[in-house]
């Protein structure tokens, strides 16, 4: 009777283990939703369908996109982190995922706490965008008319708290320049104000930026990257004019609800990696001016909890707060 009794209890214990193997191995049994938190037909919108579509391929069901935009990505994210921690909800997000725990005081869902890391896509260096009759060629040149002009430059951002304005107040801080932000909803507006000559400066996605950039519409005053952009190797670095070794690159990756099963997020983390290197995919990325990334779980949960410190101590010196 002993034995018997012993037999039941471990396979009582080994059962959910088998069932929980077996899931892993078989996902995805039905389509998957990858979560856009921003308005179709942006640059994060066109990268994430580029490696949903892989994934459909690859792992032999649908990966459908579906978009969530505003409040500052607070929507599409909360929506992801709140559903259900079984791989068939996944967030597509950026730079600014790392933001929203230092800026809303309100906030009910955490980018580290609720979610899984699975794989950062890209990494891609913002281009910093003037208006063409700005006077400044390089960063250089805008560190000298910030200084003479104290105020006076008006800086487009995609909105308050936003990456692009954290990233002016940070960089402006190490330059000690003081400038005055125009917050938008969205880089749509930056760009039409860039070109009417309304406002100065604004950031953008390197790969959106270059049809204006090579038509004379606006012009490029430097690529945030530590080194020159392979695309436009006679700009100088900012690192090279002004702010030795500065280096600003914003990002794609995927997440997922936390608790999801570890096994389904290194399938998926294996897969967006393999994906990275195809061919087809680094060539058109890196033609965008991006580097394709793949990185596993445990390296991109390292560049989240990083991101998110370097910006809670930039909203912090700056005084930023968004009330919900």
């Keep these: 009777m002993k034995s018997s009794g012993f037999v039941l209890a471990v396979g009582m214990t080994v059962a959910p283990v ?63 982190g709140k559903a259900a921690p079984d791989g068939y909800t996944i967030l597509t997000v950026t730079g600014t995922f790392t933001t929203i725990n230092s800026l809303y005081a309100n906030l009910d869902v955490d980018s580290i706490r609720d979610f899984a890391a699975i794989s950062q896509m890209s990494a891609q260096p913002q281009s910093m965008l003037a208006r063409p009759s700005f006077p400044a060629n390089d960063f250089g040149d805008y560190v000298a008319y910030v200084k003479a002009n104290p105020g006076k430059l008006t800086w487009g951002t995609a909105g308050a708290g936003s990456i692009t304005h954290l990233v002016g107040a940070w960089m402006n801080g190490m330059i000690d320049g003081k400038i005055t932000f125009v917050h938008y909803k ?42 020159r952009s392979p695309l436009f190797p006679n700009l100088p670095s900012p690192s090279e004019r002004g702010l030795p070794g500065f280096d600003f690159s914003n990002w794609l990756g995927i997440v997922a609800p936390a608790k999801t099963p570890p096994a389904i997020v290194e399938r998926l983390g294996s897969s967006l990696a393999r994906i990275a290197k195809m061919p087809d995919v680094a060539t058109g990325l890196e033609s965008a001016g991006a580097t394709p990334v793949g990185s596993s779980p445990t390296q991109f949960a390292a560049l989240i909890r990083s991101e998110s410190e370097r910006w809670a101590k930039v909203v912090r010196d700056n005084g930023i707060r968004i009330e919900e």
């Design 18 to 80: 088998i069932v929980l193997a077996q899931s892993a191995t078989t996902y995805p049994t039905k389509p998957v939703t990858v979560i856009v938190p921003f308005a179709a037909g942006g640059p994060t919108d066109s990268e994430a369908r580029i490696y949903a579509g892989k994934l459909s391929s690859m792992l032999g069901q649908q990966f459908v996109t579906d978009y969530k935009p505003g409040a500052g990505t607070t929507i599409g994210t909360r929506y992801v």
């Design 186 to 227: 969205g880089t749509a507006g930056i760009t039409l104000d860039l070109m009417g000559d309304r406002i100065d400066v604004g950031l953008q996605f390197l790969s959106a930026s270059l049809p204006p950039i090579k038509s004379g519409k606006l012009k490029l005053v430097a690529v945030l990257g530590k080194e």
